[in-house]
Nanobody, 120 residues
Framework: QLVESGGGLVQAGGSLRLTCTAS????????VGWYRQAPGERRALVGS???????NYVDSVKGRFAISRDNAKSQVYLQMNNLRPEDTAVYYC????????????????WGQGTQVTVSS
């Protein structure tokens, strides 16, 4: 019900835009989170967006990543700029979660993930 796209190989300092596409029933007008999982590490929240477009990010990506959404297309985007090798991971979108005071709690819907590799 969620499909990520837009991953790939990019050099450090480059940019990528990931897209999370969902059925309107899944995405609705609810909050969405972007997560990433590097090899040997746990899946971790990168940032999230609420139904009104409010966003929140972890410190390591603030100023470099931006999340936006187009409810008419049932899509959420993760624009990643000034990428670093440490951003290399599989990126997942998550839906069905809750947004309370800028904190996103994951929901039950996950995509299959898209690989982002940043070379130095």
């Amino acid at each position: 019900q969620l499909v990520e796209s837009g991953g790939g190989l990019v050099q450090a300092g480059g940019s990528l835009r990931l897209t999370c596409t969902a059925s309107s029933r899944t995405l609705g007008l609810g909050a969405v989170g972007w997560y990433r999982q590097a090899p040997g590490e746990r899946r971790a929240l990168v940032g999230s967006i609420n139904s009104r477009g409010g966003t929140n990010y972890v410190d390591s990506v603030k100023g470099r990543f931006a999340i936006s959404r187009d409810n008419a297309k049932s899509q959420v985007y993760l624009q990643m700029n000034n990428l670093r090798p440490e951003d290399t991971a599989v990126y997942y979108c998550n839906a069905g979660g809750t947004w309370i005071s800028t904190d996103y709690t994951q929901g039950d819907y996950w995509g299959q993930g898209t690989q982002v590799t940043v070379s130095s």
